[in-house]
């Protein structure tokens, strides 16, 4: 099967017919109906013949497809039994391995390493389904494969976070975690136009290009830190750290030297520091806790 067929929407109409198919929103089931997309989503993965790739949501197979076509294997999870029928029966090729699980309890590097996968270059590429985006594209980030490159769709509200710089509206938690295991860049715009059915929202194509760090300083409690800052948004920093500081042992003296040392205004608010300015605050505060 040609991928270019399935972005057309009358294929997609016949093949719903005839298997009496209805999309579940519940899954997230918006079909990518614009090759152009298509294509940027693929060339901006720049996959090899040696790449495996980890795909979530095959749905009708559409970016499988694509993506078979330049890598060495594509391991697919999908969800939903009755698409994984329909792509057994109408799509499927060679070097593509649907997966009928959800992706987000999947053991992905077992699943890989059942399918032929060693040390082989991986990525990960999707067209997500957005109710389960933060806690996909986190599991990417924070697990045990090592992602050349993430490139995945997301709701374009939630790539503008992704990317956010310090001080902006969109600034928070998302943005210091995707910024800490990578580096963001846009790869392009999509209108809800190009899927079907038209979700409500306008999407984004993001590529995470993960950052390898030499660090000692554990990404839990650099986390803690940083969740801690952001629990309270009208709050000053100090004020959201006395809670955290406390179950440390940190004393308010102490927590105002830190401050006092790194320049930091202790009446700011959390949005305004910078993930250097993070790591430095968890540095000092780690030294305070592990003396005390
Ligand atoms: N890849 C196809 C495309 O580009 O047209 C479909 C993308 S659609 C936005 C998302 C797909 O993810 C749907 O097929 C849906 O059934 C599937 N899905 C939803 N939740 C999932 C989960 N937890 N694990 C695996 N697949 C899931």
Redesign the pocket.
């Known amino acids: 099967m040609d991928y270019n067929s399935?972005v057309k929407p009358s294929y997609i109409k016949k093949i719903m017919d005839e298997y009496q198919f209805r999309f579940?929103k519940r899954?997230?089931?918006?079909?990518?109906?614009d090759k152009n997309i298509?294509d940027k989503i693929v060339d901006s993965a720049e996959l090899t013949a040696q790449h495996y790739v980890v795909?979530?949501?095959?749905?009708?197979?559409?970016?499988?497809l694509a993506l078979a076509q330049v890598c060495a294997k594509v391991v697919?999870?999908?969800?939903?039994r009755d698409?994984a029928i329909i792509f057994r029966e109408k799509h499927s090729k060679d070097n593509i391995v649907l997966v009928e699980?959800?992706?987000?309890?999947?053991d992905w590097k077992q699943v890989l390493q059942a399918n032929g996968w060693s040390s082989q270059p991986v990525s990960l590429v999707?067209?997500?389904?957005?109710?389960?985006t933060t806690p996909?594209v986190m599991k990417a980030l924070e697990g045990d494969l090592d992602f050349e490159q993430i490139v995945v769709?997301v709701q374009k509200e939630v790539a503008e976070r992704m990317l956010a710089e310090p001080g902006t509206k969109d600034y928070g938690i998302l943005s210091l975690a995707v910024q800490y295991y990578a580096t963001p860049t846009v790869v392009t715009q999509a209108p809800a136009s190009v899927?079907m059915p038209a979700?409500e929202v306008d999407s984004t194509v993001v590529k995470l290009t993960p950052i390898k760090r030499e660090t000692d300083l554990p990404a839990e409690d650099l986390f803690a830190v940083i969740r801690a800052a952001f629990s309270q948004r009208r709050k000053t920093l100090r004020n959201c750290l006395s809670s955290l500081c406390r179950q440390w042992g940190i004393t308010n003296q102490q927590l105002l030297a830190v401050f006092a040392e790194l320049d930091i205004e202790p009446t700011i608010r959390g949005e305004v520091l910078s993930l250097t300015q993070y790591q430095e605050l968890t540095k000092r505060l780690l030294n305070l806790r592990i003396s005390s």
Do not use: H, R, W
């Open positions: 399935l579940k899954f997230g089931q918006n079909f990518l109906v298509l795909e979530i949501g095959t749905g009708l197979g559409t970016l499988s697919t999870f999908e969800i939903d698409l699980e959800d992706a987000l309890k999947a999707a067209n997500l389904p957005y109710y389960v996909l769709m899927f979700p």
